[in-house]
């Protein structure tokens, strides 16, 4: 959602805006309930970046999916230079995944997203032998096996502490096989892939 509203791509008009001139610069989101507002009780709406506390057996506000999705925006894209969509994940055949590059002084960066509830493999050509791998991962805590409908999602295997602390992203260090990184993602899953880095973080 965050891509597209910085960077609307008319369905009817491909390549309309490719350079991305045309696009929103800030987004206010706000929380609800499912049906009534101003009923607490009544639950929280699917898009709330925070499931707020409606009753005291649910416990203390905790950061819900789309805080995450802000949370890897704001860590890897609020900021970048040369926003741009890229088609099927650079060329690589999957027309299921949404895919956006940026630029952050040498650093390129290509966000993934997958749109399928089923796997997809995409191929990301790189500059440099190794990427660093941020995911972006539905979590179902009940391991019943949810992916598109799970409840929870994590952020490089973490997780919003209680106290509403987030320890920092933990990427993966992945090495390229003729330039090219084949990245796999999980039904529902993004990742965002960095290249051109003097190191780690």
């Given at each position: 959602?965050?891509?597209?509203?910085?960077c609307?791509?008319p369905?009817?008009?491909?390549g309309?805006?490719?350079?991305?001139r045309?696009?929103?610069?800030?987004v206010?989101?706000?929380?609800?309930?499912?049906?009534?507002?101003?009923?607490?009780?009544?639950?929280?709406?699917?898009?709330n970046?925070?499931?707020?506390?409606?009753?005291?057996a649910?416990?203390?506000?905790?950061?819900?999916?789309?805080y995450?999705?802000?949370l890897?925006?704001a860590?890897?894209a609020?900021?970048?230079?040369?926003?741009r969509?890229?088609?099927?994940g650079?060329?690589?055949?999957?027309?299921?995944?949404?895919?956006?590059?940026?630029?952050?002084?040498?650093?390129?960066?290509?966000?993934?997203?997958?749109k399928t509830?089923?796997?997809?493999g995409?191929?990301?050509?790189?500059g440099?032998?190794?990427?660093?791998?941020h995911?972006?991962?539905?979590?179902?805590p009940?391991?019943?096996?949810?992916?598109?409908?799970?409840?929870?999602?994590?952020?490089?295997g973490r997780a919003?502490?209680?106290?509403?602390?987030?320890?920092?992203?933990?990427p993966?260090?992945?090495?390229?096989?003729?330039?090219?990184?084949?990245?796999?993602?999980?039904?529902?899953?993004?990742a965002a892939?960095?290249?051109?880095?003097?190191?780690g973080?």
């Amino acid at each position: 959602m965050l891509f597209h509203a910085a960077c609307p791509q008319p369905p009817d008009q491909p390549g309309a805006n490719a350079d991305c001139r045309l696009g929103a610069v800030g987004v206010n989101l706000h929380n609800a309930e499912v049906e009534e507002f101003w009923q607490p009780e009544d639950g929280n709406a699917y898009y709330n970046a925070i499931r707020y506390d409606p009753a005291d057996a649910t416990g203390a506000p905790k950061a819900a999916a789309p805080y995450y999705a802000l949370l890897l925006f704001a860590e890897l894209a609020q900021g970048a230079d040369g926003l741009r969509p890229l088609a099927a994940g650079g060329g690589a055949g999957a027309p299921d995944v949404s895919a956006w590059q940026v630029d952050d002084g040498p650093e390129r960066r290509v966000f993934l997203v997958n749109k399928t509830d089923r796997p997809v493999g995409v191929d990301v050509r790189l500059g440099t032998p190794l990427a660093w791998v941020h995911r972006l991962t539905p979590h179902d805590p009940a391991g019943a096996g949810r992916t598109l409908d799970a409840p929870e999602v994590r952020l490089d295997g973490r997780a919003v502490a209680a106290d509403g602390t987030w320890p920092g992203l933990r990427p993966r260090v992945e090495r390229a096989r003729r330039g090219r990184l084949r990245v796999e993602l999980a039904p529902g899953e993004a990742a965002a892939v960095r290249t051109g880095r003097a190191g780690g973080g």
